[in-house]
């Protein structure tokens, strides 16, 4: 193999959506939830999906984890189909509420699911170790023999979030996974899952309604627009790394939230 081949595979990216079309049946009415997508996603990289409720950012992000098939066209992850994938563990799912098991501790239910994705996992997953260490830095280090019910929804959302680094997966899925919780615990929770995913190094599929929250997160932005639901247009986001919270001050980071809203706007059904 020579050596730029050995450079173009390295580069290749990991995720690729090719031509993928979604419909539903409602009722006898179809729904054109995504039409003709197409969509890279390379190692290590963070990408949001932006739209209005509606443009299908749920489905897509489904579809690229294997939940949803789509009607047409193609979802490689590592050279595998989106079934594969899911099969051979290649994502975490974070989903809106954090759905931990009601009758394990914080640490159980951390450690728990790890354990049951460790038979399959092609890679190290954490010991038990980085798992505290992880707990300590979205301050649950106290709480790790707490039951989810003895947290508020900020807490537990914390815990989800450790959980699905700490099963080791390649691609971490989340939809609008802080929806739930108030503007400031939030606006904590972005930057806890920036400085986790800096430190791991999985590859993050974002979904969010915020354009702020898109702005502050992302390497990419991929804003999606309804009636079908279709990718509009696509924003490299170049603010330097590690973001922190006075950016937001910061005229660039005006500016990147401008043309976002204009993005929005001009593809607003
Ligand atoms: N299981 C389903 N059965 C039928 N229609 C569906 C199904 N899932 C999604 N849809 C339709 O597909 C379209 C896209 O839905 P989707 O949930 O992907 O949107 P979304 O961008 O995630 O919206 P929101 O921001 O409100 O979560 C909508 O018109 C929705 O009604
Ligand atoms: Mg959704």
Known sequence: MSESHAVAVTDAPLVCVSGVSKTFRQRGRTVH??????????????VSL???????????????????QASTGTVSVNGLDADAARAAKQYGLVPQSPALVPWRTVAQNVRFLTG??????????????????????????????????????????????????????PILLMDEPFAALDE???????????DLWSRIGTTVVFVTHSVTEAAI?????????????RIAAERTIDLPRPRNPAMEDAPEFHEVVRFLRSDL?????
Do not use: N, W
């Not at 400031?184 to 920036?194: E, F, N, Q, V, W």
């Open 33 to 46: 939830a995504l039409r003709e997508v197409d969509l890279q996603i390379g190692r290590g990289e963070f």
């Open 116 to 169: 049951l994705h460790r038979g399959g996992a092609s890679h190290p997953v954490m010991t038990d170790a980085e798992i505290d260490g992880l707990l300590e830095a979205v301050g649950l280090a106290g709480f790790t023999s707490a039951y989810p019910h003895e947290l508020s929804g900020g807490m537990q959302q914390r815990a989800s979030l450790v959980r699905a680094f700490a099963l080791g997966a």
């Open 184 to 194: 400031i615990t939030r606006a904590d929770m972005r930057y806890l899952l920036l």
């Open 217 to 229: 997160l992302s390497d990419r932005v991929v804003v999606m627009a309804a009636r079908p639901g």
């Open 265 to 269: 706007r001009e593809h607003h059904g």
């Open 50 to 68: 932006l739209g209005p409720s509606g443009c299908g950012k749920s489905t897509l992000l489904r579809i690229i984890g294997g939940l949803h």
